[in-house]
């Protein structure tokens, strides 16, 4: 290769590695300013943001659907996050997109008492190889909490050990559930408070 050439191709691989951390980085500016809209409660700029061409272009079609569903989720719009859901059934995903989406639409359903979407997405993430500590969880979740199943007490209570803080919050719920399930009021009250204790901490 002549010394002309070599040098040709340094350039347009700089030229396109330039291109590429441009697109990152404003792809990364554009999802930090509409999780801001979103966390400040601006509703209208939100979507009118995420309308425009430019988040559509640079933004991937998992992001924009994940940030409307929690735009539908922190307005209390069910039926606009059964839509968001529903528009990705047929989407793929890769393992780690589906724990998120589904895992957080989960736990929306469940809040909602909503049985169906909540079997819809337990079903979409028992399908998914690897992962298993945080499908362990979700799907947990979803038996205790939707099936009132009581079978996996001792588990979580093993767990506690080597749980976080929020790992510690969602387990001591579950356990709360579970021991309402068993009419266990004193047990279930206990767990309530020692979740409402470390959110307390957590906060301050």
Same mark, same amino acid.
């Given at each position: 290769?002549?010394?002309?050439?070599?040098?040709?191709?340094?350039?347009?691989?700089?030229? @396109?590695?330039?291109?590429?951390?441009?697109? +990152?980085?404003? +792809?990364?500016?554009? !999802? &930090? $300013? =509409?999780? &801001?809209?979103?966390?400040?409660?601006?509703?209208?700029?939100?979507?009118?943001?995420?309308?425009?061409?430019? @988040?559509?272009?640079?933004?991937?079609?998992?992001?924009? +659907?994940?940030?409307?569903?929690?735009?539908?989720?922190?307005?209390?719009?069910?039926?606009?996050?059964?839509? @968001?859901?529903?528009?990705?059934? &047929?989407?793929?995903?890769?393992?780690?997109?589906?724990?998120?989406?589904?895992? +957080?639409? =989960?736990?929306?359903?469940?809040?909602?008492?909503?049985?169906?979407?909540?079997?819809?997405?337990?079903? $979409?993430? %028992?399908? @998914? &190889?690897?992962?298993?500590?945080?499908?362990?969880?979700?799907?947990?979740?979803?038996?205790?909490?939707?099936?009132?199943?009581? %079978?996996?007490?001792? $588990?979580?209570?093993?767990?506690?050990?080597s749980d976080d803080s929020q790992e510690k919050v969602t387990d001591?719920?579950?356990?709360?559930?579970?021991?309402?399930? $068993?009419?266990?009021?004193?047990?279930?009250?206990?767990?309530?408070?020692?979740?409402?204790?470390? !959110?307390?901490?957590?906060?301050?």
């Amino acid at each position: 290769m002549s010394a002309f050439y070599f040098v040709m191709v340094v350039i347009i691989m700089l030229a @396109v590695l330039s291109s590429d951390y441009y697109v +990152r980085r404003q +792809r990364k500016l554009l !999802i &930090n $300013k =509409l999780i &801001n809209l979103l966390i400040n409660k601006k509703f209208t700029e939100f979507y009118s943001l995420l309308g425009s061409r430019r @988040v559509k272009r640079l933004i991937p079609l998992f992001n924009l +659907r994940l940030l409307e569903f929690n735009a539908a989720v922190l307005q209390q719009k069910t039926e606009k996050a059964k839509e @968001v859901l529903d528009s990705l059934q &047929n989407k793929k995903m890769s393992g780690r997109q589906t724990i998120e989406f589904y895992g +957080r639409a =989960l736990n929306y359903f469940i809040e909602k008492r909503d049985a169906t979407y909540a079997k819809t997405c337990y079903t $979409k993430i %028992d399908k @998914v &190889n690897g992962y298993q500590k945080e499908k362990s969880y979700l799907i947990t979740l979803y038996k205790i909490m939707m099936l009132d199943e009581t %079978d996996d007490e001792e $588990k979580i209570e093993n767990r506690l050990i080597s749980d976080d803080s929020q790992e510690k919050v969602t387990d001591y719920y579950l356990l709360a559930h579970i021991n309402e399930i $068993k009419k266990d009021f004193k047990r279930a009250k206990k767990y309530n408070q020692l979740a409402d204790k470390i !959110i307390t901490e957590i906060v301050e």
